[in-house]
């Protein structure tokens, strides 16, 4: 796709404006090309592409199988530029014709453009998911401490948090299937009948491989865990479009068990997950979390996350307006 370079120039300047720590806008993938004129004679253009996954696809997981994905190139444009580019959108999917139950729009965008948010949120998408990161040293909130548990004498009991190994799968699918359940009520997470078998072997493949997952085990049972990895934002590699160049921590899954939630489990796993992916050289961590969710919107603020992107999105794609 050839894109004026002034409109990549003047998003670039409008995004660096809204948030300081969104890396620099990167040339816009392959796809249909999407353009629509503004009221002043100026265009936007956006690039949309189709992706179909496969039925036995770990994205599923998380993803509708059908996904409509469109990059919006605004340039300086706000809410205006938005909106005449959604409605662009929406004629393209009028001629596509009727689209599975198992289909979605989506558009990822800066979590601080309020403007872009209101022209999104009268087209049908919803705020689903958002990006969060932390920077390396950040502190969980003072306020959200816990108390220490204590056991029935009194004494304080705190929960053993170790390094998950292969011989602990079945204890961290469990707790991945419990967070996956939960997460599937709340956010974009599809709980797919073979969700059990598409966790076990990633799930053995990162442990096997000595992926950073930490177990949180009380009388020698696991109670939480903490997933995570490594990852590297460099030129070129697609983890740049998102966040600033460095090698990151990315926490994939954080479980506690509902009978053990409230006792600062999930804050001790994390202090302890930030420590270590700092001792292993990372610049900060990021997440995916989804607002609607009653324990993630809350517990992810508190330990020193900030949304830096939104995953707007809609299901099933018939449905965007």
Same mark, same amino acid.
């Not at 503004?38 to 265009?43: A, E, F, K, M, T």
């Not at 993803?63 to 005449?84: F, H, I, K, Q």
């Not at 009388?219 to 997933?227: H, M, Q």
């Not at 610049?283 to 607002?291: A, C, E, K």
């Given at each position: 796709m050839t894109v004026s370079r002034g409109l990549v120039e003047a998003q670039n300047t409008r995004f660096a404006c809204l948030d300081p720590v969104l890396p620099p806008v990167a040339a816009p993938p392959e796809g249909d090309v999407l353009t629509a004129a503004l009221p002043d004679g100026s265009r936007v253009a956006g690039v949309l592409r189709r992706q179909v996954h496969d039925r036995a696809s770990a994205a599923r997981l998380w993803s509708a199988t059908e996904v409509w994905e469109l990059t919006p190139l605004l340039g300086? %444009?706000?809410?205006?530029?938005?909106? =005449? &580019?959604?409605? *662009?959108?929406? #004629?393209?999917?009028?001629? !596509? $014709?009727? /689209?599975?139950?198992?289909?979605?729009?989506?558009?990822?965008?800066?979590?601080?453009?309020?403007?872009?948010?209101?022209?999104?949120?009268?087209?049908?998408?919803?705020?689903?998911?958002?990006?969060?990161?932390?920077?390396?040293?950040?502190?969980?909130?003072?306020?959200?401490?816990?108390?220490?548990?204590?056991?029935?004498?009194?004494?304080?009991?705190?929960?053993?948090?170790?390094?998950?190994?292969? %011989?602990?799968?079945?204890?961290?699918? =469990? &707790?991945?299937? *419990?967070?996956? #359940?939960?997460?599937?009520? !709340? $956010?974009? /997470?599809?709980?797919?009948?073979d969700a059990a078998g598409v966790k076990r072997r990633a799930l053995a493949e990162r442990l096997a491989a000595g992926g950073p997952a930490w177990l949180a085990e009380r009388d020698g049972i696991a109670v939480g865990l903490a997933e995570c990895a490594l990852v590297t934002s460099e030129p070129g590699n697609p983890t740049s479009t998102r966040l600033p160049p460095g090698r990151w921590g990315y926490v994939n899954c954080v479980s506690v068990l509902p009978a053990a939630r409230g006792?600062?489990?999930?804050?001790?796993?994390?202090?302890?997950?930030?420590?270590?992916?700092?001792?292993?050289?990372?610049?900060?961590?990021?997440?995916?979390?989804?607002?609607?969710?009653?324990?993630?919107?809350?517990?992810?603020?508190?330990?020193?996350?900030?949304?830096?992107?939104?995953?707007?999105?809609?299901?099933?794609?018939?449905?965007?307006?």
């Amino acid at each position: 796709m050839t894109v004026s370079r002034g409109l990549v120039e003047a998003q670039n300047t409008r995004f660096a404006c809204l948030d300081p720590v969104l890396p620099p806008v990167a040339a816009p993938p392959e796809g249909d090309v999407l353009t629509a004129a503004l009221p002043d004679g100026s265009r936007v253009a956006g690039v949309l592409r189709r992706q179909v996954h496969d039925r036995a696809s770990a994205a599923r997981l998380w993803s509708a199988t059908e996904v409509w994905e469109l990059t919006p190139l605004l340039g300086g %444009a706000g809410a205006a530029g938005m909106d =005449a &580019l959604l409605r *662009a959108w929406r #004629r393209r999917m009028d001629r !596509v $014709g009727a /689209t599975e139950r198992d289909s979605a729009c989506v558009l990822t965008w800066p979590s601080r453009d309020a403007e872009a948010a209101r022209a999104l949120l009268d087209h049908g998408l919803v705020p689903l998911t958002v990006i969060a990161v932390r920077r390396a040293g950040a502190g969980a909130d003072p306020r959200a401490t816990p108390s220490r548990p204590v056991a029935a004498d009194g004494a304080p009991v705190a929960p053993v948090i170790r390094r998950a190994t292969p %011989a602990d799968l079945e204890a961290v699918l =469990a &707790l991945a299937l *419990a967070e996956l #359940r939960f997460s599937s009520l !709340v $956010g974009s /997470t599809v709980d797919r009948p073979d969700a059990a078998g598409v966790k076990r072997r990633a799930l053995a493949e990162r442990l096997a491989a000595g992926g950073p997952a930490w177990l949180a085990e009380r009388d020698g049972i696991a109670v939480g865990l903490a997933e995570c990895a490594l990852v590297t934002s460099e030129p070129g590699n697609p983890t740049s479009t998102r966040l600033p160049p460095g090698r990151w921590g990315y926490v994939n899954c954080v479980s506690v068990l509902p009978a053990a939630r409230g006792a600062g489990i999930g804050q001790r796993l994390m202090a302890h997950a930030h420590r270590e992916l700092h001792r292993l050289g990372t610049v900060g961590s990021y997440l995916y979390y989804n607002p609607p969710n009653p324990l993630s919107s809350v517990f992810w603020p508190r330990q020193g996350y900030r949304p830096l992107w939104t995953m707007w999105e809609v299901r099933p794609a018939g449905a965007l307006r």
